[in-house]
């Protein structure tokens, strides 16, 4: 299908990109594409970002039917546009699609899509450090009707906004609340699926470790509470003496892109990456026994956020001294400078243009 193009009559004032916040502000054009039971995708077009005109009976607004990927555009010294493994964000798209009754999408049309609404607002792309534009994929159900079933009609949609740091002080360790009050998601539900609903389950926590002093939570798994899973909406990524642990991927959390990142670069690395359950109580006597080198986060947002403090039941352990460890910074500085060019890509993750 061919995607029709209307550009905007009234251009927006770009923001400082030495100043900016993270999803705030939005870029002039938007992808859009319709989907019609019997009729399949149709009319995929860019048009001036702006608002959607939706009956107040759209499904999604009542059971939650969507998905959403993000991903991120930079621009390289010589002025080109590369994104990071934009296929896989793709194709976990469908994936998620697939778990919520929402129709296939083609991937490369989808690709296409993406490429096509950066190539409009290229000029958006902020070149300051540490700043990308930020790409933000989605799928919603817009029948109106009322009742508990897939929805007939859809649009997937992209939208863009520059960006700076996922946080204002930078690179910097966090501390973190270990939640096992709450549940965010079990096996057999929607965990591995990239949704709204995920997100909205998570946020009474979230706020709660706020007033505590925490910056994010560590979630435990739904069921025993005791096996770690996740740091917030990111992998968790834990050294131990000369190995690294990560939670596996169950059904319960996202198979992040950066998390499979990070393990490739690991591996390259020569450090060996286990992959299995693990208890809170086996990691807080990894740390009692010194053999708790270091702690982070991945994720497409922050890409790597180091893990300094971690609160539970009552007890707080500090990790590296509260400072970034030498593999956190490592993955780090690999993992960006792949993204913006200044490092090789090796395994054919840029897609360039």
């Not at 989907?35 to 995929?44: I, L, M, N």
């Not at 859809?154 to 690179?171: A, H, Q, T």
């Not at 010194?290 to 956020?305: C, D, Y």
């Amino acid at each position: 299908m061919k995607i029709s193009i209307t550009r905007t009559k009234n251009p927006k004032v770009k923001p400082d990109e030495n100043n900016l916040l993270f999803g705030k502000i939005f870029t002039d054009h938007m992808f859009i594409m319709d989907y019609e039971e019997g009729k399949g995708w149709h009319d995929p077009r860019v048009v001036p970002y702006g608002p959607l005109e939706l009956d107040p009976s759209a499904m999604v607004l009542h059971y939650g039917q969507e998905t959403f990927e993000g991903l991120k555009a930079y621009k390289t010294k010589d002025g080109s546009v590369q994104l990071f493994r934009v296929s896989d964000n793709v194709k976990r798209l469908n994936i998620s699609d697939e778990r919520l009754c929402i129709p296939h999408i083609d991937e490369e049309l989808a690709i296409e899509a993406i490429k096509t609404v950066v190539d409009i607002d290229r000029d958006w792309i902020p070149t300051a450090k540490d700043t990308s534009l930020y790409i933000r994929p989605f799928v919603i159900a817009t029948e109106p009707a009322l009742g508990v079933k897939p929805s007939s009609s859809y649009k997937f949609m992209v939208i863009l906004s520059p960006v700076g740091s996922y946080y204002k002080e930078g690179i910097m360790p966090t501390k973190i609340y270990v939640e096992d009050k709450y549940v965010r998601a079990v096996e057999g539900g929607v965990g591995a699926a990239k949704t709204g609903g995920n997100y909205a389950s998570s946020l009474r926590a979230q706020m709660e470790a706020h007033e505590k002093g925490y910056s994010q939570i560590l979630w435990l798994d739904g069921k025993e509470r005791k096996y770690v899973e996740e740091v917030g909406t990111s992998n968790a990524i834990f050294v131990v003496d000369d190995k690294v642990y990560t939670a596996p991927l169950e059904g319960s959390i996202l198979a992040g892109i950066t998390r499979n990142t990070t393990i490739t670069l690991l591996k390259e690395m020569g450090i060996e990456v286990v992959e299995e359950r693990f208890t809170i109580d086996q990691l807080f006597k990894w740390h009692a026994e010194g053999r708790l080198k270091e702690a982070f986060a991945t994720g497409t947002a922050a890409v790597i956020s180091p893990i300094g403090q971690l609160g539970w039941k009552g007890k707080d352990i500090v990790l590296n001294d509260f400072e970034i460890g030498e593999i956190s910074q490592t993955i780090y500085d690999t993992i960006t400078g792949i993204q913006n060019g200044s490092i090789e890509d090796k395994h054919n993750w840029i897609t360039k243009f």
